[in-house]
């Protein structure tokens, strides 16, 4: 019996300690799963959209008829508008991409001028133009870009002179489609859905247009030089 009661009162004492011991373990860490960080707005894709705005133009003006030259600065500003068509591709905060685009404009300008006893009158105008460019951009923060952009640009300049001398009149007008060089920036922002808005500026140049005409009988040589500044604003629908 005493053996029994011996071997009772140890199995007691060792189950009444067991939960003393168990508490002293180390207990499993439980974390909550991480929450997945919210995804920035992504500008890889392709894109077409449309704009309008200014443009503000100053043709560098000369012309020669009967040995007389004169030289001046004619403004033409007017309303752009037209559309474009581009591709993005987003690398980390970088966004690079190419674009096109085409407008119509409404500048139009006449300035005179007078030498040797011929009073030249001259009107230039740029019916139509378009670029094609290539961007880099960089997003500060999410759903803004911010970008540089530049490359070639093209349009159709029109000039017609009109030339006075003592009461005669000559006419002459013509035109041409010139290839330059455009550069500039802009701010884009994802506005809602897949759209889209930028406001953008672009300086425009366009080299001598030279045109062959006959005034009084003789030879006359116009001459004219485009240079081109655009403020305007657009929107984008991203595919």
Known sequence: MNKLAVGTTALLGIALAAPVHAADLPQPAYKAPPVAAPTGYN??????????????????????????TTTRKTNANGVIGGGQIGYNYQ?????????????????????????A????????????????????????????LV???????Y???KTTDTFNN??????????????????????????????TGKIEYLYVDLPNATFNSMAFGHPATISTHLHENIGRVGMNYRF
């Open 91 to 115: 690398y980390t905060n970088w966004v690079f991409g190419v674009e096109a685009d085409f407008e119509g404009s409404s500048q139009k300008g006449t300035s005179m001028s007078a030498a």
């Open 43 to 68: 500008w890889t894709g392709f894109y077409v959209g449309g704009n309008i705005g200014g443009g503000f133009a100053s043709f560098s003006d000369s012309s020669t008829v009967l040995a007389t």
């Open 117 to 144: 006893g011929v009073t030249t009158a001259q009107t230039d105008s740029l019916p139509w133009f378009g670029t094609a460019r290539g961007r880099i951009g960089y997003t500060p923060v999410d759903r803004w």
């Open 155 to 157: 349009g159709d300049v």
């Open 147 to 153: 970008y540089a952009t530049g490359g070639l640009a």
């Open 166 to 195: 003592a009461g005669m009149v000559a006419t002459t007008s013509a035109n041409t489609t010139k290839v330059g060089w455009t550069a500039g920036g802009g701010v884009e922002t994802a506005l809602w859905g897949n759209w």
